[in-house]
């Protein structure tokens, strides 16, 4: 029994990654060959995104920028606006403008397309039911509740959330095509499935200051997800999976505040 096990896990991550670099790896380049730019145009768009996020896209300095805003009745979800605006800027704007200075490349295969999603939808439902029982037991601990949702007044109103969530939706799609997208279909091609793991330091990093069972759950989250977008060609289940788990997060993070109507925060935040 232990023996098939570890043979199916061989399977589905060795297994995988050995396809991932029969499909991907191109052969190398001979010395006539034009140098290939996309491994250094897109590692060092990521350290421009990355930084931008972190010195002015964060939301403290919406507060330093519009501080009359911030102290508004919708200050605190404007901040949010802003965090979102900023992971769209950096997460999409940027690379796309990377993708259009790299010779040959087009923004529509950056596994943006909708062909074959639905074929491989199941694999993504599977995946949510296997962390949703982690998730159960995760909505208990007061860190949990401290922590989600993020936006504090998501309770007062039914605005407040679905503004709320809409804006969280849209960063998650933004964060897919950076990660899943952006970063391994251009450099996939150089360095197979390793792509997955020089992937996934930047998006281990992006979850500090979360709790810490959730960072190291992105480490198993962002090698799962690239292995998947790298086979599939395809973000979208990422996002799917990424929004699912997030709202329901939120949604049992919320159960144990006051009732909407009551205007107040809840009372472990």
Not at 35 to 59: A, H, K, M, N
Request: glycine letters at 8%; a positive charge.
């Amino acid at each position: 029994m232990i023996g098939k096990a570890l043979s199916a896990i061989r399977s589905l991550t060795v297994g995988n990654w050995r396809q991932i670099d029969k499909d991907w790896i191109e052969p190398v380049r001979t010395e006539k060959q034009s140098y290939d730019w996309r491994p250094l145009i897109v590692f060092v768009t990521v350290c421009i995104s990355l930084t931008l996020q972190e010195y002015y896209g964060d939301r403290g300095g919406f507060s330093k920028h519009y501080p009359e805003i911030y102290r508004s009745e919708y200050g605190e979800l404007w901040s949010y606006a802003w965090w979102s605006g900023w992971r769209v800027f950096g997460y999409i704007v940027l690379p796309i403008i990377a993708i259009w200075a790299m010779p040959g490349e087009r923004i529509r295969d950056y596994f943006i397309s909708f062909k074959g999603v639905l074929k491989h939808l199941w694999i993504y439902f599977g995946l949510f039911a296997l962390v949703l029982p982690a998730i159960l037991i995760a909505a208990q601990s007061d860190s949990f509740l401290r922590t989600y949702p993020f936006y504090k007044l998501a309770n007062r109103s039914a605005f407040d959330f679905w503004v709320w969530e809409a804006l969280y939706v849209v960063q998650f799609f933004s964060l897919e095509f950076f990660f899943r997208g952006f970063m391994l279909k251009a450099t996939a091609p150089r360095l197979g499935s390793a792509a997955i793991y020089v992937m996934l330091i930047p998006y281990c990093m992006i979850h500090f200051g979360k709790p810490m069972s959730e960072t190291f759950g992105a480490i198993i989250a962002g090698t799962v997800l690239g292995t998947l977008a790298l086979r599939t060609r395809s973000i979208w289940g990422g996002v799917l999976i990424h929004v699912g788990v997030a709202i329901t997060m939120d949604l049992l993070a919320l159960s144990n505040c006051p009732p909407a109507e009551s205007g107040l925060r809840c009372p472990r935040h």
